[in-house]
């Protein structure tokens, strides 16, 4: 049976995609961080006109990982990979961390003494 509809969407989402398709918080904003640095490093690609063996050089990946990334077949590159591939292609790159609209002081309090304690680890193993 052949759809009427053609290309017309079945269903609208109004807001996050990433909420509606049930993602946890954590999970939503890892994988919005990962679009965003994949957008930009496809739109450098594609404005510097690279070759995928160019990248692959560039990028000191192998080729499949590199044809991934092109494709935007990322669910296994971290966020780091992506970030280490954006410094090789001399992309900067940052990331703004603030409080949700409508979550208490409390809440805040505890995730900015969280995240501080987080940086401290980082920068002693680094």
Do not use: C
């Not at 052949?2 to 017309?8: E, F, I, L, Y």
């Amino acid at each position: 049976m052949k759809n009427t509809a053609g290309n017309k969407p079945t269903h609208i989402v109004k807001g996050n995609i990433f909420d509606a398709l049930g993602f946890s918080a954590s999970e939503t904003s890892a994988l919005k961080v990962k679009a965003e640095i994949l957008s930009a490093i496809l739109e450098h690609v594609r404005a510097e006109g690279y070759t995928q063996a160019q990248l692959v050089d560039m990028l000191d990946e192998y080729q499949p990982s590199v044809s991934n990334l092109l494709k935007g077949s990322i669910s296994q590159v971290s966020i780091e990979k992506l970030l280490r591939y954006a410094d090789r292609l001399h992309l900067q790159t940052s990331i703004a961390v603030r409080p949700i609209d409508g979550r208490s002081r409390r809440v805040r309090t505890q995730t900015t003494a969280s995240a501080r304690r987080s940086a401290r680890k980082l920068a002693a193993a680094v």
